[in-house]
């Protein structure tokens, strides 16, 4: 699903033009990156949480020459899915 397909499902759910889906759609991701790259956490409960994750400095391998090279510590986003969201993509086997 791209973005303009899930523009058109949240219009058709929540009953809204997909002028105004679109409009929340972006204000929501907006404001998730800006939240994120200011170091605060976003917990949307049953759906995930939104954070950014310091990456330690490794040693990697340039893979064309073989040759050893630093790789520097950096800032990742990362997303951990919440429960409900995990029970709906693999249901709990009984």
């Not at 605060?40 to 020459?65: I, Y």
């Amino acid at each position: 699903m791209n973005k303009g397909e899930l523009v058109d499902a949240v219009a058709a759910k929540a009953d809204v033009t997909k002028k105004q889906a679109d409009s929340i759609i972006s204000a929501v991701v907006e404001s998730i990156m800006d939240a994120v790259s200011a170091g605060e956490k976003v917990t949307l409960v049953g759906f995930g949480s939104f954070e950014g994750r310091e990456r330690k400095a490794r040693e990697g391998r340039n893979p064309k020459t073989g040759e050893k090279m630093e790789i520097p510590a950096t800032k990742v986003p990362a997303f951990s899915a919440g429960k409900l969201f995990k029970e709906r993509v693999a249901p709990p086997k009984s």
